[in-house]
T-cell receptor
Framework: SQTIHQWPATLVQPVGSPLSLECTVE??????LYWYRQAAGRGLQLLFY??????ISSEVPQNLSASRPQDRQFILSSKKLLLSDSGFYLC?????????????FGQGTRLTVV | AQSVTQLGSHVSVSEGALVLLRCNYS??????LFWYVQYPNQGLQLLLK??????LVKGINGFEAEFKKSETSFHLTKPSAHMSDAAEYFC?????????????FGSGTRLQVQP
């Protein structure tokens, strides 16, 4: 069966520090991968998605970036965190092809920028 | 373009009462629709989905939803609320065959269940 791992679960970082969140998927190949951010009371905002290695689409301009160095690995990064980057970050995957409809989510990372 | 509107950011019901969470969507083509549930500090879990076929879909934990094309709605219901249903619920949409690769989510509805 497929599983998705996301770490760390919680993170407290000072303003201006770098960020690296990692997500890996097991049990499937060539998934679509996603990073969402959830701010309090604001639902889920799509940040990045990837349909293959090295292919990243950005949904919103910001100081975050994403990379996909391997088929089932998706990394969210920042060189310098802002207070506004605080939130709950969720990684998700979705299969390719018309029969694959829903997305499956990791357990999330609670990021607090202080 | 696709979008989702969830009416009511907070809904409170008594244990044993009907649960109704509202979702309306906008899509240029017939969409796929989803309801997810999120417990505190956890990821999202799929409750149910509509892709094609029967418009009344049943999901886990006794929830069901009905796709109404004429009303562009996909409301979530449960006949009798349980304390364990207290969580945040998200409606989501994707328009297949448009090249859109990601689900679009509503802003969520927090369900409280009173004893």
């Amino acid at each position: 069966s497929q599983t998705i791992h996301q770490w760390p679960a919680t993170l407290v970082q000072p303003v201006g520090s770098p960020l690296s969140l990692e997500c890996t998927v097991e049990g499937t190949s060539n998934p679509n991968l996603y990073w969402y951010r959830q701010a309090a009371g604001r639902g889920l905002q799509l940040l990045f998605y990837s349909v293959g290695i090295g292919q990243i689409s950005s949904e919103v301009p910001q100081n975050l970036s994403a990379s996909r160095p391997q088929d089932r690995q998706f990394i969210l990064s920042s060189k310098k965190l802002l207070l506004s980057d605080s939130g709950f970050y969720l990684c998700a995957w979705r299969g390719q092809g018309a029969m694959n409809t829903e997305a499956f989510f990791g357990q999330g990372t609670r990021l607090t920028v202080v | 373009a696709q979008s989702v509107t969830q009416l009511g950011s907070h809904v409170s019901v008594s244990e044993g009462a009907l649960v109704l969470l509202r979702c309306n969507y906008s899509s240029s083509v017939p969409p796929y629709l989803f309801w997810y549930v999120q417990y505190p500090n956890q990821g999202l879990q799929l409750l149910l989905k509509y892709t094609t076929g029967a418009t009344l879909v049943k999901g886990i934990n006794g929830f069901e939803a009905e796709f109404k094309k004429s009303e562009t709605s996909f409301h979530l219901t449960k006949p009798s609320a349980h304390m364990s249903d207290a969580a945040e619920y998200f409606c989501a949409v994707i328009s297949p065959h448009t090249g859109r690769r990601a689900l679009t989510f509503g802003s969520g509805t927090r369900l409280q269940v009173q004893p």
